[in-house]
């Protein structure tokens, strides 16, 4: 089998300007000529294997980083906004998507917000025709699906608060109870706890703050480290929001509370310590939830976010999905990408787990482009601490690809080398060329159709 290779020009010149040296001083260093660098900055050679082993050993760069990052997100994101109906005589192919994620992705990257504006016009002339007559109306950016993309594209790993929350629950590497650390940074400030029966999860007013006891001890654990962030961190929150440039004070806010959750999440699970336990457990959920007292949610999101340069877990892609099937956190250190817009797969396991509550259930899958996977998926339900309080339910999704799975307890016993084990699963029906699904439900994008009316078989046509 011929291997692949690897064209990183996107990331060359992104390390080399990372570290303040010139063509010349770069080449020379990785020992090669300077028309050589030229060629690999910009894609027109690829990355060679001394080059690899140069970066690593001169510069210490996590080699992985070079096939990691953008351009599978990119490709998939680009491939579904291109399956919208306006593109229908214009869809360029697939390795033309590929060479504009990796040799621009600044661009591909602007298509996708131009893509994003118009579909949001479009909903909104849709809606509201009303509005068309208001003066001063005018097409915003949705705040929420910006702060989502911010993390998407950050790998959902923000190093400095990283680094920021395991120093705060293990100072000089000791590892000691997030809950009291943050209770003791709190008394240092003045400010009062108190548990209480509120309707909210948390309120803090001056110098009192307010946990709701109606909420699971996980909940409120992230709720006062939550707060903690906001006290404790302000700073660097700030710094790394003006680093961000969202386009509205709106998506600033939002994504100060997501910062401040990311936080929290990594205070109550810090990187080294978690990472060891999940290696000891094989990544057992309900374990490392009773290790750390957190809930499984908290344990599967923490999961994916494991990608530290130079200390990388296993890369997992995370979901959460609501009962209509509409994806409400999504992330994926793997190759699996998510649908951006409306529903996933619906032959993904994630969808079954509403009918098995608290279980787990396991899947071999493979996508079209032929890589397999282990997914689990369990539901999730949130009381809201009364009988008259709606109950949210949820399904989480957490997966790996197959090379990965033999360090996952949940591959125990598994058929992994058994290809007709595995489930076709795709990221949504207009960018799946699978033929012959049968829960299809709409045709593939850059396919043309054949429609006989005198024959018909899983679908009221062909697909060529």
Known sequence: MATQKLYAGVKLRETRGRLGLTQKVFADRLGVSLPYLNQMENNHRPVSAAVVLALAGEFGLDVTELSAGDSERLVSDMREALADPVFADAAPPLADLRLAASNAPALARAFLELHRAYRQTHERLASLDEALGREGAQT??????????????????????????????????????????ATEALEARGIELHLSDIPELRRREGNQLWLSSRAHAPTRAFQLLHQVALLTQNDLLEATLDLARFQSDTARAIAKIGLANYFAGAALLPYRVFLQAAQDTRHDLERLADLFGASIEQVAHRLSTLQRPGAKGIPFYFVRVDQAGTITKRHSAARLQFARFGGACPLWNVHQAFETPGRFLRQLAETPDGVRYLCLARDISKSGGSFHAPVRRYAIGLGCEISHARGLVYADDMELSNPRAYAPIGISCRICERRDCHQRSVPPLERRLAVNPDARGLLPYDIA
Do not use: M, T
Request: glycine share 2%.
């Open 140 to 181: 915003i950016v949705s705040p929420w699906e910006e702060v989502r993309d911010f993390f998407h594209y950050c790998d959902n790993y923000i190093d400095a608060v990283d680094r920021a929350a395991e120093h705060f629950s293990c100072p000089k590497g000791q590892h000691f109870d997030p809950v009291l650390r």
